[in-house]
């Protein structure tokens, strides 16, 4: 089977991951879950896949919705971070219960969708300044020749051209930067704005900053400052100028309508169909207006409306107390796949700690580098860590591999703090000193509520 999957590799598909390759990026930092590292990087190839059909049917693809569903701290949300990374789409996690009901305290759940055409307009705009950077270099060089050297009235033609071209010599060996320019800056009217501070300033957001802006004039104000600062002043200018804004809004909306995603973190929150939670904001109705957007509605935002019909979402939940099927049967509908994430024990806590690029070992290693110490943990050591944790989540509140941090931090406390102390060294970690160190915490199951 692998020649069949071999032509739609890198060449073929725009430089777009295989799920084969999303998954073999995610084992770097996410240790086992196979099941639901599966299922993201089946969803986020079907955002190509869907893109190579003709447009009649494109539009007819709705996206395929996940719910993960797993215990705390077995690595949904880290999943989902480091998807984030990979998929070059604008994606956006966020909690559903920083969500209310239109009308209460809280933000509207449309606020979802202006934030990720938000952080795609800066994506593009940073994709745009990427390509324009050579030719704003070029433009700035010029200006700052030009700031440096006015023309003087009457010099010889010529002689003026040599005096710029030994100038600009000067200015790239890097012989200028201390020299005073005077530049004229554009001065931002911003103390208006500022009286009405955060609270609320998210809808003004909407245009009344730019209104703000078109209604006072473009103020400028000179400036004297140095070569190398005008030179960032001057880039930001420039670079700016040679965008073309119109297409990154463009663009940035394409990014969004086409290949959002957005990450719905602790959705079990709001399921349940009981009326009330407190006494003001319905489960419920959070669930009713988030369902348009899954479903696929308008969103206004300040750079025009966006369509939600094909964003990507990926929700996740513990569902301890609820279930999917909590959940209205309109938004289940809309999240037709879901995937389980197991939970951790020991022989995966063992690798979680020495593993991933980001292993809490590697990670202790390289902080107490820093003070000179090399820390070694032999391979007793890490089981015991390992062992230990698993008991601690038996015994007291399964918190996942996060007990590994607690454990981790508590176990280097001693080390950590004398580190700046001792002579240059190596330690060696076993595993009597993992016994040694934490034994009477882990004994004592009180303790160990407390402190791990
Ligand atoms: N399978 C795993 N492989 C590597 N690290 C993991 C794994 N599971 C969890 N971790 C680590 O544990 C921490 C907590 O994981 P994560 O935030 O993904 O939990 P979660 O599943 O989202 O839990 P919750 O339901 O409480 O939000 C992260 O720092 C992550 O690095
Ligand atoms: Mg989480």
Redesign the pocket.
């Known amino acids: 089977m692998e020649w069949l999957i071999k032509p739609l590799t890198h060449e073929t598909n725009g430089g777009q991951l295989t799920p084969r390759e999303i998954v073999a990026e995610l084992d770097k930092?996410?240790?086992?879950?196979e099941e639901a590292k599966r299922s993201v990087a089946v969803a986020l190839r079907n955002r190509w896949r869907r893109q190579q059909i003709p447009e009649e049917l494109r539009d007819e693809i709705a996206p395929k919705n996940i719910i993960m569903i797993?215990?705390?701290?077995?690595?949904?949300?880290?999943?989902a971070?480091r998807l984030a990374k990979l998929a070059q789409s604008p994606f956006l996690k966020i909690e559903a219960t920083k969500f209310t009901e239109v009308g209460y305290v809280g933000r509207d759940v449309e606020s979802m969708v202006r934030d990720l055409m938000e952080l795609a307009v800066s994506m593009v705009k940073a994709e745009e300044r990427d390509k324009v950077k050579a030719k704003a270099q070029e433009a700035v060089e010029e200006r700052l020749l030009d700031l440096l050297l006015p023309t003087r009235e009457g010099a010889a033609e010529g002689e003026g051209d040599a005096t710029r071209e030994k100038l600009r010599d000067m200015l790239r060996a890097g012989k200028m930067e201390e020299r005073f320019v005077d530049l004229e800056v554009a001065q931002r009217a911003t103390p208006v704005v500022e009286i009405f501070s955060s609270a609320g300033l998210e809808e003004l957001d909407f245009n009344f900053k730019e209104m703000l802006g078109n209604l006072l004039p473009g103020r400028t104000k000179q400036r004297r400052v140095k070569v190398a600062e005008a030179r960032e002043i001057l880039y930001q200018e420039e670079s700016q100028r040679l965008i073309d804004m119109d297409r990154v809004l463009e663009e940035a909306r394409r990014k969004v309508e086409q290949n959002g995603i957005i990450f719905l973190?602790?959705i079990d929150k709001i399921a349940g169909r009981d009326h009330s939670r407190g006494p003001d904001v319905s489960r419920e109705g959070v669930q009713r207006d988030l369902l348009p957007i899954v479903e696929g509605t308008t969103v206004t935002t300040k750079y025009g409306m966006v369509r939600t019909d094909h964003v990507l979402f990926i929700a996740?939940?513990?569902f301890h107390m609820s279930k999917p099927s909590d959940l209205i049967p309109e938004m289940q509908g809309r999240f037709p796949i879901r995937v389980e994430?197991q939970s951790?024990g020991a022989a995966?806590f063992e690798?979680?700690l020495t593993e991933?690029e980001?292993a809490l070992i590697k990670q202790y290693r390289a902080l107490m580098a820093t003070e000179g110490i090399t820390l070694n943990f032999t391979p007793d050591a890490v089981q015991e860590i390992a062992a230990l944790a698993t008991s601690v989540n038996e015994r007291t509140e399964n918190?996942?591999?996060?007990r590994?941090?607690t454990i981790m931090e508590k176990l280097l406390e001693e080390i950590s703090f004398q580190a700046p102390d001792m002579k240059e060294q190596e330690i060696a970690i076993n595993s009597n000193y993992v016994r040694e160190r934490l034994a009477n915490l882990i004994e004592d199951e009180d303790l160990s509520r407390y402190i791990l």
């Open positions: 930092y996410i240790v086992g879950q797993g215990p705390t701290g077995v690595g949904k949300t880290e999943i971070r973190d602790e996740s939940g513990a994430l951790l995966e690798r979680i991933p980001n918190i996942g591999a996060r590994l941090a």
